[in-house]
């Protein structure tokens, strides 16, 4: 099982970012999967889920900014952030559902 | 939101000694499949965190058995016998008995 996350970078306040998960060794159409961040120095934090069906549950502080999706044809997880916020300044971790498997991380910065 | 509380929020050991984490829940994390969705995490410096125990006490594959979870409700406990050098970093508690998933503050174990 291998996870990858690309995407991360300095962004502006307000502006959008668009973040990839990469999925391989595993049936990615048949598990739900996380996205959970870090922001420097603290715990963890969880943002989003999207089921194998693609239902989708958030975080409060990211609901109606953060998008979670998915394609099974490509094995890719996605999030996007949009009117991003100097509070979501964080690594960004994609896990597989139960938290068994998790990517290595991608830093988001926002900042002007 | 379930709030999860883990105490201390630092340990200081030594190589061989035996420690205990708690973590309190706000509610009940039984859910009405009969299930208790508790799981402990460990996050060694500079790595993403990784699974050592789901549903409270069942051990993740190619953890060592030195770690064992117990608990039920609201109370849960991570124990190390034998606390050896890479055993070192931030403990996590997680439920997902509840939307949306919430994590503990963390404790970290250090080297006295």
């Known amino acids: 099982v291998q996870l990858v996350e690309s995407g991360g970078g300095l962004v502006q306040p307000g502006k959008s970012l668009k973040l990839s998960c990469s999925a391989s060794?595993?049936?990615?159409?048949?598990?739900?999967m996380h996205w959970i961040r870090q922001a420097p120095g603290k715990g963890l934090d969880w943002v989003a889920y999207?089921?194998?069906?693609?239902?989708?549950v958030y975080a409060d502080a990211v609901k109606g900014r953060f998008t979670i999706s998915r394609d099974n044809a490509k094995n890719t997880l996605y999030l996007q952030l949009n009117s991003l916020k100097s509070e979501d300044t964080a690594i960004y971790y994609c896990a597989r559902s139960s938290l068994q498997w998790w990517g290595q991380g991608v830093m988001v910065t926002v900042s002007s | 939101d379930v709030v999860l509380t883990q105490t201390p929020p630092t340990l200081s050991a030594t190589i061989g000694q035996s420690v205990s984490i708690s973590c309190r829940s706000s509610q009940s994390l039984l859910h009405s499949n009969g299930n208790t969705y508790l799981n402990w995490l460990l996050q060694r410096p500079g790595q993403p965190p990784q699974l050592l125990i789901y549903?409270?006490?069942r051990l993740e594959s190619g953890v060592p058995n030195r770690f064992s979870g117990s608990g039920s409700g609201t109370d849960f406990t991570l124990k190390i016998s034998g606390v050896e050098a890479e055993d070192l970093g931030v403990y996590y508690c997680?439920?997902?008995?509840?939307?949306?998933?919430?994590f503990g503050g963390g404790t970290k174990l250090e080297l006295k």
């Open positions: 060794g595993f049936t990615f159409s048949s598990y739900g």
């Open positions: 999207i089921s194998s069906s693609s239902g989708t």
């Open positions: 549903l409270v006490s």
């Open positions: 997680v439920q997902s008995t509840h939307a949306p998933w919430t």
